[in-house]
């Protein structure tokens, strides 16, 4: 037994010597001493900012292009309109996601909308489009969020205001509310995980872990590291694959329930719609079709909603012109928390406010593409294939070339007309929602819900942020989307009639 654990030990040893070989020598395994590449390696960056992102702002802010190499990650970093263009639209056909990424989040997204590229890609945006376009299925989540908004996010908002003193988590709830519809919406299921006492959910818990662990890979400088612990199913590595099993068990469940139970009947989910045009019975394709759409769905909502409510407790006097817009729009007083489509389309004010938020706090704070072939961008850096290239909404959000000399203000007003009418900007200097080929096809469903819940919120209740954040920077866990870390505590109270 002994000589056997011994052999095991030395063969271990060996295979990573082995994989440590061919990574130098093949794969070039990149070290450098410049300056951003020592203070990536060695974490010293730290020392003067909080989040990565705002590193990587600052160094953005500092280059005369708004373009940065950090060579140790073979990696091109840009906060600059015109590379955007070039990335997302001029040159889109030398910029796929790419093997690497595939290969990075494949465990957890494997062939879904978001990890794939060509024929894939096209066919699930395509099927995407229509689906999410139709008449039919926006009403279907219209109804959805306002019935969640009625009968579960607002009795949980009541509960808490009744005790003045009670914390309550924000990021917590909205996660939890945008699980909830989009689980509905994804799987016609009610995950129902929005109530008092909250429960947990199995598959929450799974998704965020995988989230996040997914999300170190792409962080990792020597991804040889990661690799050989998946091999070998240990630490970080194991934990992701047990979590992605029970992502892939629940959702397995759900198709199967599905499949038994027909497509009979008129089905707004989803699934049921994918199901209706998919060729095959291809229950694994299905799976990672709406685990891409839950990770849209739930992460980004709940992360848009964070930094946009963080921003209000700070900025009472935006928080007030919203309650006035309210108030004409829908009338005064909170007998009515839920408005139409046609009532939220008078709202240009709240509109530019979540615009506004998200500029300042994207809930996607970078996006990677790998080159195709050797490229010029378009400020004249040049990229070698295979490079990674990174544009960075959180640090374009951050740039006074971009937006002014009060690029760190929170103003709404930047975002209307002379006539106050929600004006726009060209998505390849605000690419929250990327641009071009890749823009969110679920862009519309997203803001309709955030706006949804901010009018509810607004209209009934007044927050105001507990604990050293009320007054700190956010500081964001890694993940795929921004996670505050040690999310939003609020006090809530009910406003007076």
Known sequence: MLLIISFFIVSIFLLFIFSLFHTIFHQKLRYCSCEICHAYLTSSWRNDFVNLSDWYAHLLRRSPTSTIKVHVLNSVVTANPSNVEHILKTRFHNYPKGKQFSVILGD?????????????????????S????????????????????????????????????????????????SFNTISKLS????????????????????FDAASTLSAKRALAPFPLLWKIKRIFKIGSEKELKESINVINRLAGDLIKQRRLSGLTGKKNDLISRFMAVLAEDDDEYLRDIVVSFLLAGRDTVAAGLTGFFWLLTHHPKVENRIKEE???VMGPGFDSVTSSCDEMRDMNYLHAALYESMRLYPPVQFDSKFALNDDVLADGTFVKRGTKVT??????????????????????????????????ENPVKYPVFQAGARVCV????????MKSIAVAMIRKFKMQVAGP?????????????????GGLPVMIREREA
């Open 108 to 128: 957890l997204l494997g062939r879904g909308i978001f990890n794939s590229d060509g024929d894939t890609w096209r066919f699930q945006r395509k099927l995407a």
């Open 130 to 177: 229509l689906e999410l376009g139709s008449v039919s299925v926006r009403v279907f989540a219209h109804e959805i969020v306002k019935t969640e908004i009625e009968t579960r996010l607002i009795p949980v908002l009541t509960s808490f205001s009744t005790n003045p003193s009670s914390v309550l988590d924000l990021q917590d709830v909205f996660r939890r509310f």
């Open 187 to 206: 799987f016609g299921f009610d995950a129902d995980c929005l109530r008092l006492p909250f429960p947990t959910s199995e598959f929450a818990v799974a």
């Open 326 to 328: 309210l108030d004409r």
């Open 391 to 424: 544009y960075h909404p959180y640090a374009m959000g951050r740039m006074a070339r971009i937006w002014g000399p009060d690029y760190q203000e929170f103003k709404p007003d930047r975002w209307l007309d002379n006539q106050g009418k929600f004006r726009p």
């Open 442 to 449: 679920g862009k519309e469903m997203a803001i309709m819900e």
């Open 469 to 485: 954040g009320s007054t700190e920077m956010l500081r964001f866990a890694p993940g795929l989307t921004a996670t505050v870390n």
